[in-house]
């Protein structure tokens, strides 16, 4: 099913009995019952038989919805159901949550039987994978250690206020408010956070149809979302939106109805990643962090402008390190140094801890301004946050500009 990529990895991942349960009972679809004599592949093989006969458009809808399972199925996504299974209702609900084996089963359990925290969660994991990143990022100073309101009237009146900010009417606006924990960049421990969601019915539009060999209009209503986040311990307000609302004016919504405290409008600098050191002799410093054992750099790439590029690679255990093995197979007098870096790759090992084994963790940075970091689980992504800093490979670069301008 190659216009359905996760559909068909869900179908990979999950128990053939689970998966007919997710397209039979949450989908709405008919499948025929497992043959219990077939093996998992060959049950496999006849339910995506079944749903490479379904029309196009139903089958892009289960795509859609496969891929909010698969989202909570990777690190950051586990990580975000790691801190809300305990507002799992009920104790044989956590028990049985409890005893599942992947994490498939984990965000698919969640979805089958609480669809509420389910899209809770799905949030929380969308606004993690967009921080800050320019296009849809800003951060604001408010003062620390406020107190967050969630009462119905608070809600309420920050609901009413946000319809009459989108001039349409509060039926069309959703706001849901959580808390959940965090690892501290700086130390690690965990702080908490508070995440408002915004979700709101754009004006409909008229796309084109055919029906019955006639052309014809269709009215359709998409949804658009966005968030904010405020952290007590430093006072960071966020807002992760990609609409011409104007993100200020939402963080100072925030502020001024739900944190009760007016915001000045002084923003938290965006970070740069400069890994141009990195081409020549580089020493990692670990003093500060005893769980890390080692790091090293395996892969560095440059473009010699003429849309040709090179990459370097090595293994993490390779005794030579990448300048020594690139001066044997280019020549001797080959430097990295001598070419502007357009990709690299570290290898962080951490020492084995109580209850984790040892583990490499890569941090990817690329092009102008790109990492990998901000998309790994919160205490890997905390981690890489310190060492970067302590290295000096991240900086910040100031504050951004015209956040009103950007659109869809």
Not at 23 to 52: C, G, H, I, W, Y
Not at 58 to 81: C, F, N, T, W, Y
Not at 287 to 310: D, F, H, M, Q, W
Request: hydrophobic share 35%.
């Amino acid at each position: 099913m190659i216009d359905a990529e996760n559909l068909t990895r869900l179908l990979g991942h999950l128990p053939p009995k689970t998966f007919h349960e997710l397209v039979v009972e949450s989908f709405r679809t008919p499948l025929t019952a497992l043959d219990e004599k077939q093996n998992k592949t060959e049950q496999r093989a006849a339910m995506s038989e079944q749903l490479l006969a379904l029309p196009i458009g139903k089958r892009k809808g289960m795509e859609d919805e496969a891929e909010k399972i698969m989202l909570l199925s990777d690190g950051p996504g586990q990580d975000v159901i790691e801190g809300f299974r305990e507002l799992i209702p009920g104790l044989n609900n956590r028990t049985a949550f409890a005893a599942l084996k992947t994490q498939h089963e984990r965000a698919y359990w969640l979805y089958s039987n609480n669809r509420k925290l389910f899209t809770e969660a799905l949030d929380a994991r969308q606004a993690d994978i967009f921080r800050q990143s320019s296009i849809c990022y800003s951060g604001f100073t408010a003062p620390p250690q406020l107190n967050f309101h969630v009462d119905e009237v608070s809600v309420a009146k920050f609901r009413s206020q946000m319809a009459e900010k989108l001039t349409c009417n509060v039926d069309d606006v959703a706001v849901q408010i959580f808390k959940r924990m965090r690892p501290d960049a700086e130390q690690g421990e965990d702080v908490d956070l508070y995440q408002v969601s915004i979700h709101y019915n754009r004006p409909p539009e008229v796309v084109e149809k055919v029906e019955n060999s006639t052309l014809k209009n269709q009215e359709i209503i998409r949804a658009v979302s966005s968030y904010a986040t405020y952290e007590p311990v430093n006072g960071h307000l966020e807002v992760l939106s990609r609409d011409n609302v104007g993100r200020e004016g939402l963080a100072r919504l925030v502020a001024d109805v739900l944190l009760e405290s007016p915001i000045t409008g002084e923003r938290i600098p965006l970070k740069s990643y400069d890994y141009q050191c990195l081409a020549g002799d580089f020493s990692f410093d670990l003093s500060t962090e005893p769980t890390v054992a080692s790091a090293k750099v395996i892969e560095l790439g440059y473009s010699n402008g003429e849309n040709r590029s090179v990459v370097m690679k090595i293994w993490a255990k390779d005794v030579d390190d990448i300048h020594t093995v690139a001066k044997k197979l280019i020549g001797p007098t080959f430097t990295f140094s001598s070419h502007r870096l357009n990709y690299a790759r570290i290898s962080v090992r951490t020492h084995k801890a109580a209850g984790e084994r040892a583990r490499n963790i890569s941090i990817v940075m690329r092009d102008e301004n790109k990492c990998n970091i901000k998309t790994k689980r919160d205490k890997d992504r905390a981690l890489c946050d310190r060492l970067l800093a302590r290295w000096g490979l991240v900086k910040e670069i100031g504050n951004e500009q015209a956040d009103d301008t950007i659109t869809d």
